[in-house]
């Protein structure tokens, strides 16, 4: 399946220094339609969206190790990492024309701001990052969230930190051939999954204010993956039915009325990250990358939710 294949990739990649309710299944023709967003040659993934702006990481076909992160705002597309370095979005929420990703340098990761207004890049706050890898990262006000990797220990910790008062608390840890993936942080609320073997991810949603964590409904016993969540605490995330890349893929949203299928994948489409972000009048524009298994291209995809 493709989230156990992009674990797999993100390992490498770090290492090698590149770093309730039962669902109801519905036919693929009543789920929501899927509207490409950006589908050329290149591969395309890790969408991060706000009003007006959306950022993303890309790799051509002829070098498709060599990430960078453009972004798009106001008509205009340009790159946000730095020429020569290789980097990440990873699904991270743009908040007051901020996009948060993570730069590689050597053998780890630091985490870097980029204003889309200016086109200026600057660091985090001091105590950010470390001399171990930091990566996946999303911001929500004062509240960081993003993965520390420790590679001579092969820890991984999902942390929360504010940048203001320094506080961190430690949301999940995975050691050896367990994993754990930050997903996105918005308003109070924050979520991750986490894996003791590729084909058992389960999500999971924090409540910043009283420290609380749920774990989203299984009642399949499917794995999770692709989470993210909106400032009212509405998580959306992927299913999987099978290990094998594109075969039963579903795209969910689970909140206070419980959870309900948006989107039936096709056999050769599956998704990794998602990134919602709330319309004005309500409804929700779930940015999402979709890889295609046959011939290996991974392009930006959306739904609307309600359509």
């Known amino acids: 399946m493709r989230h156990e294949q992009c674990v797999r990739r993100t390992r490498w990649l770090l290492v090698a220094g590149l770093a309730a309710t039962m669902l109801v299944s519905a036919p693929a023709g009543s789920t929501l339609p899927q509207r490409p967003v950006r589908t050329t040659t290149a591969y395309e993934m890790e969408p991060a969206g706000a009003p007006g702006a959306l950022a993303w990481a890309q790799a051509s076909r002829a070098r498709p190790n060599a990430f960078a992160v453009f972004a798009r705002r106001g008509g205009s597309t340009f790159r946000v990492s730095r020429s020569g370095r290789r980097a990440f979005v990873w699904g991270g929420a743009i908040e007051n024309n901020k996009v948060v990703y993570s730069e590689f340098g050597g053998p780890t990761a630091n985490l870097w701001f980029f204003d889309l207004a200016t086109k200026r890049r600057t660091s985090p706050p001091p105590g950010v990052n470390s001399p171990v890898s930091e990566n996946g990262a999303s911001r929500a006000g004062d509240w960081l969230l993003f993965r ?160």
Not at 161 to 181: F, I, M, W
Not at 218 to 247: D, H, K, M, W
């Open 148 to 307: 520390r990797t420790r590679f001579s220990t092969s820890t991984e910790r999902i942390v929360l930190r504010n940048v203001d008062t320094d506080e961190e608390r430690l949301l999940a840890t995975a050691v050896g051939s367990k994993y754990a993936q930050p997903g996105t942080v918005a308003g109070d609320w924050a979520t991750w999954i986490r894996c003791p073997t590729a084909r058992a991810c389960r999500a999971f949603l924090y409540h910043i204010p009283t420290a609380t964590t749920t774990a989203v409904p299984n009642p399949n016993r499917r794995s999770q993956y692709a989470v993210s969540t909106t400032p009212a605490g509405a998580v959306y995330f992927a299913e999987s039915t099978n290990i094998n890349c594109g075969l039963g893929r579903r795209l969910l949203r689970y909140d206070s009325g419980g959870r309900e299928l948006l989107v039936v994948f096709g056999p050769r489409q599956d998704p990794a990250v998602t990134s919602p972000v709330v319309n004005a009048n309500g409804s929700t524009t779930v940015f999402y990358d979709r890889f295609n298994c046959r011939t290996g291209a991974s392009n930006l995809y959306k739904v609307v939710d309600p359509p």
